[in-house]
């Protein structure tokens, strides 16, 4: 049976995402703001939620129509196939949001939707009360500029949540943006990377689980593993599949420095959660003593920012540091990621190539350096 997904992903990753959903077998991709859509399987729909680096969420995908009024809503989202999905002891909690629409309130669409799910269910299953004890099919919503699209999420946490990270420090970048700096800079399983503000070691962890080929959902649960339509054999399946293309024996190594001690201890036990702790070391120091005698390195970093003007002059400060550190040589990149947009003349050179990606809701570059002359 042939079903159809979105993706959701940060704005600045659906290339990268539609890529990934290619190379898995998905079909029909088609990249939007913030959403991917495809088709497949239900195969596809386990390896996407196992395998992707860089969605937030996989999700069917229910349809989409115009509405501008409630019972435009109403009616739109009672002609869409939930009993395909949704069984009589099911629960379908919903959730969205809504943006330059006439269906502004979002509480109130959220309350429509449900009441239409129900009055589609009541009449397929002959039944008036939900007990909603079942398996969880959450439902999701947007709403922009009057068009309306529904979907069932199958993934339950974000997919930024491997699993490797229940601790983090002060500020720590998403799993899926750390792994989208690793894959934009370029990273093989003989690459050497470093950095130098490692924090909690997202970027050196997805970067060694890039460099091994490691599925990053390989050791957490999705919501989707309690779907009926789903057998248990397939989420197996999809997990060996996953495994099996791991590669052992790499001469890949990431190296992490941070000024602060616990962060660094932090960076070593969550390599070890993510099964990268052999291709992972970290010590403590200050980025002014960064050095390696390395022929050749990938220097991949999200140094602190600052909210307060006393955080921007420390910011400043270490932009100009790293500048006179991160020279041209053979062999060398860089890839600084920051929303200072006078990062490049502060660091003193311009960037050999610049790509905007988002932190959440924060707008940066990523700064690439790796032109020798
Ligand atoms: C934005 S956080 C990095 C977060 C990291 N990417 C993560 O995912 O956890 C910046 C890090 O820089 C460290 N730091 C601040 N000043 C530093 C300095 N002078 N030298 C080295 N590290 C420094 C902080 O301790 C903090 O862990």
Not at 230 to 239: A, F, K
Request: net charge positive.
């Amino acid at each position: 049976m042939k079903y159809n997904y979105a993706a959701s992903c940060l704005f600045g990753l659906e290339g990268l995402v539609a890529g990934e959903l290619r190379e898995m077998g998905a079909e029909d991709v088609a990249a939007e703001n913030g959403r991917v859509f495809f088709s497949g399987g239900t195969e596809i729909l386990c390896r996407a939620n196992i395998c992707s680096r860089f969605a937030e969420r996989i999700m069917l995908y229910m349809g989409s129509f115009k509405a501008s009024t409630f019972d435009e809503l109403f009616e739109g989202v009672k002609a869409l196939p939930w009993e395909a999905f949704i069984g009589r002891d099911d629960a379908f909690p919903v959730k969205g949001w809504s943006i330059n629409s006439r269906l502004h309130s979002v509480p109130g669409c959220q309350s429509i939707i449900k009441k239409a799910v129900v009055e589609r269910l009541k009449s397929v299953y002959g039944i008036s009360w939900f007990k909603e004890s079942g398996a969880g099919y959450r439902i999701s919503f947007s709403v922009m500029k009057d068009m309306v699209s529904l979907y069932i999420d199958t993934s339950g946490e974000g997919l930024h949540k491997r699993g490797y990270r229940p601790k983090s420090n002060a500020a720590p970048i998403k799993e899926t943006l750390a792994a989208a700096m690793a894959y934009l800079t370029g990273i093989f399983d003989d690459s050497q990377v470093y950095d130098p503000f490692c924090g909690s070691g997202t970027i050196l962890i997805e970067s060694a689980m890039l460099a091994a080929g490691m599925a990053p959902g390989i050791r957490r649960r999705f919501a989707a593993e309690s779907f009926e339509q789903i057998p248990t054999s397939l989420w197996h399946d999809e997990r060996e599949r996953a495994r099996a293309s791991v590669k052992r024996d790499i001469s890949f190594m990431a190296y992490g420095s941070d000024i602060d001690k616990a962060a660094v201890s932090l960076t070593t036990a969550n390599a070890a959660a993510a099964g990268v702790g052999r291709l992972v070391k970290a010590h403590v120091a200050d980025i002014s003593g960064f050095t390696t005698s390395a022929p050749s390195g990938k220097v991949i970093t999200n140094p602190p920012y600052g909210e307060r003007l006393s955080d921007k002059k420390h910011a400043e400060q270490l932009y100009r540091t790293m500048g006179g550190l991160f020279i041209k040589k053979p062999g060398w990149r860089y890839s600084i990621i920051s929303p200072e947009e006078r990062f490049e003349a502060i660091f003193g050179r311009r960037a050999d190539k610049r790509r905007k990606l988002y932190n959440g809701m924060i707008q940066c570059q990523l700064y690439m350096y790796f032109k020798v002359k």
